[in-house]
C-alpha cells in the first residue's frame, strides 16, 4: 500500500496571516474528514478559506492520481499560512490630510496524503484459483 500527495494552494485571502495560522492550527495533523468538521463549526472568517484549500487539495488527490484511493485515510500531511501581498491604501483623515494603511492578505498551502484502495478483485480470483484446483484434485481420484 503506497501513499500518495497533492497539494492546493490559494493565495490572496482577504485575512491577516496572523490570524488565519491560528485556524489553521486546529486544523493540522487530522484527518480531513475531522478537519472539515471542526473548521465548519469554527466562528473564524479565515475558517472558510481554509476549509475551502483543504477541499480543494482533497479534490485534487482523488481526481489527479492515476490510482484509486480510499477517502477514510485522507489526511492533512502539510498546513501551512504565509503573508500574501500588501495592497497600500488611503483612508481621510481631518483637514485634508490622507492617512496610508495596508491591507494585508494571506495565502494557505494544504498537502494531503491518502493510501491506496486495497484491491479486492484479486482476493476473489485467488479464491476462485483455489477452489478450481481443489476441484480438479477431485476429479483425479
Known sequence: M?????YAVIKGVD???RKASIV?????DRYVSDAVVIL?????RAARAVRKAIESATANLMNNSSVSIDPKTIRI???SVTAGTRMRR???????RALPYEKISSNIFVEV???EKVKKVAEKSAEKEK???????KEEK
Open 90 to 96: 488611503y483612508v481621510p483623515a481631518s483637514r485634508g
Open 40 to 44: 465548519e463549526n469554527t466562528p473564524r
Open 77 to 79: 500531511a502539510r498546513i
Open 2 to 6: 503506497t501513499t500518495h500527495y497533492a
Open 15 to 17: 485575512s491577516q496571516p
Open 113 to 115: 496524503a491518502g493510501d
Open 24 to 28: 489553521a492550527s486546529l486544523a493540522r
Open 131 to 137: 477452489s478450481a484446483k481443489t476441484a480438479d484434485k
